[in-house]
């Protein structure tokens, strides 16, 4: 959606964000392809795309540590970031691409420093959202916007996870 970063990367012939993410402004679903793209060359109505459109940044995109290999058009998922950490939303032809080399042990990486600095690590696909932690996955299903996934810890690790409406969360 971006044709450039801090970075000095290029979004070049990748299209993913504009199949994988919800675009609110155009009522486009996440993991469908966006009416104005033409995959792996760009968006038609580029000058007049919607803001949230302009304002997206891949962590690729902006992370000068994620190499070529990490590239969304490459990788088959695109890395986000929220308030609550790191998310990894796959292209639905490949749910299961992360778990490939290189990205699955540095993405448990990412989960067990997480579970140092208070940082989630998830995946989302169209199966749905799994947390991600250094040794297990927990499988989620789907997380509602009106949801918000709940972690036990002991000590600093994730023993299990669970999905609870946001005001049962705010009254836990
Ligand atoms: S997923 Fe990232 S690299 Fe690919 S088009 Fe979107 S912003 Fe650019
Ligand atoms: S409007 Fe353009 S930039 Fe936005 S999702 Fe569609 S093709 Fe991508």
């Known amino acids: 959606m971006t044709s450039s970063g801090m970075t000095g990367k290029l979004c ?7 199949k994988i993410m919800a675009i609110e402004q155009l009522g486009k679903p996440a993991h ?3 009416p104005h793209c033409q995959p792996r060359r760009g968006c038609t109505i580029y ?19 994620l190499d070529h290999d990490w590239k969304p058009s490459k990788a088959r998922f695109v890395l986000t970031t929220s308030d609550d950490g790191i998310e990894v939303r796959c ?15 540095e993405i448990r990486e990412w989960a ?13 696909s169209n199966r749905g959202v799994v947390l991600i ?3 297990h996955d927990f ?16 000590g600093t690790r994730v023993v299990d996870a669970r999905v609870v409406k946001i005001d049962t969360a705010a009254k836990a």
């Open 12 to 18: 070049g012939d990748c299209t993913m964000c504009c």
């Open 32 to 34: 469908a392809w966006c």
């Open 47 to 65: 000058r007049d795309r919607p803001a949230e459109c302009a304002a997206f940044s891949c962590l690729w995109l902006m992370n000068d540590l």
């Open 91 to 105: 292209d639905p032809g490949y749910p299961d691409a992360w778990r490939r080399a290189p990205y699955e042990a």
């Open 112 to 124: 067990r420093s997480g579970e140092e600095h208070d940082v989630t690590v998830i995946v989302i």
């Open 133 to 135: 932690t250094p040794e």
């Open 139 to 154: 499988d989620l299903g789907e997380v509602g916007p009106d949801e918000r996934i709940v972690r036990e810890l002991e």
